[in-house]
Nanobody
Framework: VQLQASGGGLVQTGGSLRLSCAAS????????MGWFRQVPGKEREFVAG????????DYTDSVKGRFTVSRDNAKNTVYLQMNSLKPEDTAVYYC??????????????????WGQGTQVTVSS
């Protein structure tokens, strides 16, 4: 599967962005999807994950209550709605996929496919 992330940009503190990750391939609905972010000099950090059905969600503590992950399997797209953005949310955001029956993973090395990344910058 090939992934294409989009929707990043520059926003002020407290603002919102919605990231999209469009996937190619017929079997998108069988993949668990994750969102990660990375800043220079640091490891890629798990942000949110969603199971193939959308029935299982997971978030890192720092984004709970502010970010929402969702997916539309008919459109082969997963979304990350980011509200109440903070300067510490500034990073390159990546979407990732792994074929799964419902499990989610928080470590980057468990995912098989990656999008190219989209920059999110939150100004103070």
């Amino acid at each position: 599967v090939q992934l294409q992330a989009s929707g990043g940009g520059l926003v002020q503190t407290g603002g919102s962005l919605r990231l999209s990750c469009a996937a190619s391939g017929r079997t998108f609905r069988s993949y668990s999807m994750g969102w990660f972010r990375q800043v220079p000099g640091k490891e890629r950090e798990f942000v949110a994950g969603i199971s193939w059905s959308g029935g299982t969600l997971d978030y890192t503590d720092s984004v709970k209550g502010r970010f929402t992950v969702s997916r539309d399997n008919a459109k082969n797209t997963v979304y990350l709605q980011m509200n109440s953005l903070k300067p510490e949310d500034t990073a390159v955001y990546y979407c990732a996929a792994r074929e799964s029956s419902g499990f989610l993973w928080r470590t980057a090395d468990r995912y098989d496919y990656w999008g190219q990344g989209t920059q999110v910058t939150v100004s103070s």
